[in-house]
């Protein structure tokens, strides 16, 4: 799911549990430069095994790993940011949605993932 500006995703910086707390003694997960294309993206979410890329305004982009959010080292996004990325990647139905409403909620399958 795709998030305009205005909301934000709150995360804890305290680890919750021994395996959020070695996630965060080895570091968070390398991020593609600021202008890499969304697929540089699905990469790294194929690479750390995770079911979803989380960008919103306002936080670094964040996977979801076997149900726990972590923050990647990417910078912190904002609105226009989101939708530099996301955009080009969305069907037309999606785009207006996502320009019209601040939201949009899509799937992009990526070959051999």
Known sequence: ???????????????LNDLDRLA????SPAAP???????????LMAERRASDLILV???????????HLVRTAGD?????DVFALVTPELAPH?????????????AIKVPGA
């Open 57 to 67: 305004a306002g936080e670094p982009p964040t996977l979801r790993i076997d149900g």
């Open 24 to 27: 965060s003694e080895l570091g």
């Open 94 to 106: 999606a785009q207006r949605a996502f320009a019209e409403h601040g939201i949009a909620d899509a």
């Open 33 to 43: 430069a600021a202008d890499a294309p969304l697929g540089r993206w699905f990469e």
């Open 76 to 80: 912190v996004l904002d609105g226009d």
């Open 1 to 15: 799911m795709l998030h305009a500006p205005a909301r934000l995703l709150r995360m804890s910086h305290e680890p």
